[in-house]
């Protein structure tokens, strides 16, 4: 999950983890069968690549992560092109920061998987939290040359052009993203901030109130579209929205200095 929020000349990146909320009891016991009786099949088949990756699947759902790892890494020696194994280490190993890690797993499913663009996307993902625009730029539009629609890399890419000060190039590409995906609000969110960055106040608005019509509890959104309103001289639009707001999520600090 990621993020965009303009701040004075610079927009920011933020990137949210993966949580679970804890499931009631029933839940917590159908977890705990799936892990029991994925262990019985991996008793059973100790050299079944798919019972390692089965168990590994029901731990991971568990929050167990260490020992997840444990049985991808085992579905892995048996079967280096496992490709469930290798993404959910993968994504074990980004959840432990352990960047270089998932790095070497997702060049290796490039190279078994040429014309999959998960690999490629993941890799551009990384290479942005090292924040390495430069290749991030260039994975995501190996993705986008791949023939799909590549909302998700269109999406990126914007943010990375961005970062980059190509605004008029993130412009185009978060329009081309909404022309095959219309009500996502994270795309109109990226071309309100792209439009604000490059001085187009009243699209930037437009922008930003579609994204928070789309997604109505977005603090990003209604971050954004703050600032937008306090750009274009609006203090009496942003305070009313803030106030709204604020009553819902009082403990928002950034609402709250805005509103200040």
Same mark, same amino acid.
């Given at each position: 999950p990621l993020?965009?929020?303009?701040?004075?000349?610079?927009?920011?990146?933020?990137?949210?983890?993966?949580?679970?909320?804890e499931?009631?009891?029933e839940e917590?016991?159908?977890v705990?069968?799936?892990?029991?009786? $994925?262990?019985?099949?991996?008793?059973?088949?100790?050299? $079944?690549?798919?019972?390692?990756?089965?168990?590994?699947?029901?731990?991971?759902?568990a929050?167990?992560l260490?020992?997840?790892?444990?049985?991808?890494?085992?579905?892995?020696?048996?079967?280096?092109k496992?490709?469930?194994a290798?993404?959910?280490?993968?994504?074990?190993?980004v959840?432990? $920061?352990?960047?270089?890690g998932?790095?070497?797993?997702?060049?290796?499913?490039?190279s078994?998987?040429?014309n999959?663009?998960t690999?490629?996307?993941s890799?551009?993902?990384i290479?942005?939290?090292?924040?390495?625009y430069?290749?991030?730029?260039?994975?995501?539009r190996?993705?986008?040359g791949?023939?799909?629609?590549?909302i998700?890399a269109?999406y990126h890419?914007?943010?990375?052009?961005l970062?980059?000060g190509?605004?008029r190039?993130?412009i185009a590409?978060?329009?081309?993203?909404?022309?095959?995906?219309?009500?996502?609000?994270?795309?109109?969110?990226?071309?309100?901030?792209?439009?604000?960055l490059n001085?187009?106040?009243?699209?930037?608005?437009?922008?930003?109130?579609t994204?928070?019509a789309?997604a109505?509890?977005?603090?990003? $959104?209604?971050?954004?579209?703050?600032?937008a309103?306090?750009?274009?001289?609006?203090?009496?639009?942003?305070?009313d929205?803030?106030?709204s707001?604020?009553e819902?999520?009082p403990?928002?600090?950034?609402a709250?200095e805005?509103?200040?």
């Amino acid at each position: 999950p990621l993020s965009i929020t303009k701040h004075l000349g610079s927009v920011a990146i933020g990137w949210s983890p993966a949580t679970s909320d804890e499931g009631d009891r029933e839940e917590h016991d159908l977890v705990s069968r799936l892990i029991e009786r $994925s262990r019985r099949e991996v008793m059973k088949r100790p050299s $079944s690549a798919r019972a390692h990756s089965n168990l590994g699947i029901a731990l991971l759902n568990a929050g167990q992560l260490t020992a997840a790892a444990a049985e991808f890494e085992s579905a892995l020696r048996i079967d280096p092109k496992h490709y469930v194994a290798a993404t959910s280490l993968a994504r074990i190993k980004v959840e432990m $920061s352990d960047l270089s890690g998932a790095e070497q797993i997702y060049q290796s499913l490039r190279s078994h998987y040429p014309n999959t663009t998960t690999p490629v996307l993941s890799l551009a993902q990384i290479a942005m939290r090292k924040q390495d625009y430069k290749s991030a730029e260039v994975l995501l539009r190996e993705a986008i040359g791949m023939g799909h629609k590549a909302i998700t890399a269109r999406y990126h890419l914007g943010m990375i052009l961005l970062k980059l000060g190509r605004k008029r190039e993130a412009i185009a590409e978060f329009r081309s993203a909404l022309r095959n995906d219309v009500r996502s609000p994270f795309l109109y969110e990226g071309l309100g901030i792209a439009y604000l960055l490059n001085g187009s106040v009243k699209r930037a608005i437009a922008s930003f109130k579609t994204a928070l019509a789309l997604a109505p509890q977005s603090k990003t $959104s209604v971050h954004n579209l703050s600032i937008a309103y306090l750009d274009s001289h609006e203090p009496e639009k942003a305070t009313d929205l803030l106030i709204s707001y604020l009553e819902g999520y009082p403990d928002d600090m950034s609402a709250r200095e805005l509103l200040g």
